[in-house]
């Protein structure tokens, strides 16, 4: 059962993560209080696409 609740919570957070990613840095635009988070996944994005 723990494994069930922990494994929803993973992707919950994943899901609000790629979320995050669309509705914000993907469109050019900062995330508003927590700019860090954005330079963290835009730096992400380039390291993938490259």
Known sequence: MLLVIVGLLVAMALAALVTTFVAYPHRGEPIPHAAWLGDA????RDKIVR
Do not use: L, P
């Open 41 to 44: 996944m835009k730096s992400a």
